[in-house]
């Protein structure tokens, strides 16, 4: 601890209370016209839409390690596959409300969460961003394997560079779980270790509550470098009872950020969500 940050027993150890504001529960009560008005109709099949992806990407998963097979073509996968069924909307929701500049770090279960992040990144960059960004990564390997197959597509961004995304971002999480060269990170990283940097998917995590003292970390990085954009850990709750989310809290909340940090930095603890 620095000495310009003196410690006074007789002050933070004096007797006090806790004030805690309302908490609002079950408070959710928006009818379909509301958020109809708020989203609009095609945000809300747009949604939809991520959601049944999620859905039918770890129906598939499911299927290939339980029949070894999915839709008649018979696939083996003998590593790790942790799925998140039904927890569609919680990954396209987080994602709905970040931009590609934000970042997420998962757990084990990640699957939903990084195609969901993926599905936002391409619906808000630019669109002559998203080619070149496809075209750097891994040397264009992802790309060159996608543009080999055959592709259909509809609508208003059928043949362009978004549609051309999508299929890059499912058939790289794919390739990736399934060990192949053509994944995201040549299949080193797996179900469990899969990322996409470009579009803010960052590395999952194997560790129960690992993911919390990286994005901490990494949050910490955003506020040093002048970066914009939040950093969200995404654990499930039996993981806030363990040992790196204490210590993400804690890293996250000490004084010298407040008492120490020049207002040029913001005078404030990194952000830090948990969802």
């Known amino acids: 601890m620095p000495k310009s ?17 309302r ?23 747009r949604m939809y839409r991520d959601m049944v992806l999620i859905r039918e990407f770890e129906t598939m998963l499911q299927r290939i390690k339980v029949q070894g097979e ?15 069924i039904g927890q569609e909307a919680a990954a396209v929701g987080m994602a709905w409300a970040l931009g590609p500049e934000d970042l997420i770090f998962g757990s084990h279960r990640s699957h939903g969460e990084i195609l969901a992040k993926g599905f936002s990144a391409i619906a808000k960059l630019p669109e002559d961003r998203i080619l070149p960004m496809l075209e750097g990564y891994g040397g264009g390997r992802t790309l060159r394997a996608v543009e080999a197959m055959p592709r259909g597509g509809s609508g208003e961004d059928a043949g362009g560079p978004r549609e051309l ?18 994944g995201f990170n040549r299949g080193l990283g797996g179900s469990m270790h899969a990322f996409f940097p470009p579009f803010g998917i960052m590395p999952n995590n194997a560790i129960v509550g690992g993911s919390a003292d990286i994005a901490a970390g990494a ?3 955003k506020r040093v470098q002048r970066k914009g954009g939040v950093v969200v850990a995404n654990l499930g709750d039996a993981a806030a009872g363990c040992g790196p989310v204490w210590e993400a809290l804690m890293f996250a909340s000490m004084d010298q950020y407040r008492t120490l ?15």
Not at 70 to 83: N, Q, V
Not at 165 to 182: H, K, M, N, P, V
Not at 261 to 275: K, N, Q
């Open 70 to 84: 999915y839709a008649g073509i018979a696939c083996e996968h003998k590593g790790p596959c942790h799925l998140s």
């Open 219 to 221: 949050a910490l990085h």
């Open 5 to 21: 940050l003196p410690i006074l027993p007789a002050q933070v150890r004096n007797p006090g209370v806790l004030e805690m504001g």
């Open 23 to 45: 908490i609002a529960l079950n408070a959710y009560r928006a009818t379909p016209a509301e958020e109809t008005a708020r989203f609009g109709r095609p945000g809300l099949i």
């Open 165 to 182: 995304a999508l299929d890059y971002l499912i058939f790289g999480t794919l390739a990736e779980i399934l060990g192949r060269d053509a």
């Open 261 to 275: 940090w020049s207002p040029a930095l913001g005078g404030a603890r990194p952000c830090f969500s948990i969802s």
